[in-house]
């Protein structure tokens, strides 16, 4: 199945330009990924998604997590994180290959109340974002939907049968009790994500965890705990990450100077807008967003699967 899926990555690669990048399918949500370098740490948002890694070795770091996934192992994302993902084993003999895929939560919820026995999220706070192996019938399902793109009338059909079956298998799988958390409304997970929107529609507002707690129907303690669990992030951290993100994509998608970025996320003083970005991405704001641009001349920041 891993030999299928590897052919049928390249095909579809070569078929869509070649060569090294991130490639959007035909498919909404599946993105497709060839490298043939180890590349240096890119920050991004992670938004609930499975993403597969077909071919290499990658890492992702959240907050003080760090994770390593490889051939047939996945990244499950249930809530949106900052994260830092970078490419560790790739060559020009052997490139890393990858499948993204965006979760439709409103088609995991229908497949979850079809199940007899459906799996019941973990108890007490747990991680957001983690590494699992992918069996056979996951992995099979994957190359039906990636071997959609060859007939492209089939796709507004299939796909959503497919996408019921991913989900059915991840469900009922070895993980089902960690996806449920998705799945299922009213979890911690749940209550948290929405605290997460809040904060993603509006960045340049100042950080209150009371007023999240209460969004999420927590009480500040256990929202503090359980958010420090599902992101490895406390609420502050994560709100900086978010403003010096979005910060970073104003810059380089929409041409903002430093300073118009910096108070448009909130923050007061250019100075320390610069120190915290450096801080973070390791290079100054300006120059950043110009080595940025270079690299996505179509003004859209790059991402990373």
Do not use: W
């Not at 043939?36 to 003080?64: E, F, M, S, W």
């Not at 999220?121 to 996951?138: H, I, L």
């Not at 070895?174 to 911690?188: F, S």
């Not at 910096?262 to 007061?268: D, F, H, N, P, T």
Request: aromatic share 6%; charged share 20%.
């Amino acid at each position: 199945m891993t030999i299928q899926l590897k052919q049928a990555l390249n095909r579809h690669i070569e078929g869509l330009g070649g060569g090294d990048g991130v490639y959007t399918s035909a498919i909404d949500g599946l993105l497709l990924m060839r490298s043939t370098v180890t590349g240096v740490p890119n920050h991004i948002i992670y938004r609930p998604a499975l993403c597969l890694v077909v071919q290499g070795a990658k890492q992702v770091i959240a907050g003080d997590e760090v994770l390593h996934y490889d051939e047939r192992q996945a990244l499950v994302v249930n809530v949106e994180m900052p994260g830092i993902g970078q490419i560790n084993r790739a060559s020009e003999a052997v490139p890393y290959l990858a499948i993204h895929l965006d979760f439709d939560v409103a088609a995991m919820r229908e497949v979850m109340a079809q199940i007899d026995a459906p799996p019941h999220p973990r108890t007490g706070p747990y991680a957001g974002m983690f590494v699992g192996d992918m069996d056979d019938r996951v992995c099979d399902a994957l190359l039906r939907l990636v071997n959609l793109l060859d007939t492209p009338r089939d796709i507004p059909v299939l796909q959503p049968l497919l996408m019921r079956e991913i989900y059915y298998l991840m469900l009922t799988g070895a993980y089902g009790d960690r996806i449920a958390a998705l799945a299922l409304p009213d979890t911690h997970t749940q209550r948290i994500a929405e605290a997460i929107r809040h904060l993603r529609n509006d960045v340049s507002r100042p950080v209150r965890v009371d007023e999240l707690a209460a969004l999420a129907g927590m009480s500040p303690s256990s929202f503090h705990q359980h958010f420090k669990a599902l992101t490895s992030q406390s609420p502050v951290q994560f709100h900086k990450n978010l403003r010096l993100l979005e910060a970073k994509r104003l810059m380089v998608a929409e041409d903002a100077g430093v300073a118009s970025a910096a108070y448009r996320v909130g923050y007061e003083s250019a100075s320390q807008f610069s120190r915290e970005y450096s801080r973070l991405f390791g290079v100054a704001p300006g120059r950043d967003a110009s080595a940025m641009r270079r690299l996505s001349p179509g003004g859209e920041p790059l991402r990373a699967v």
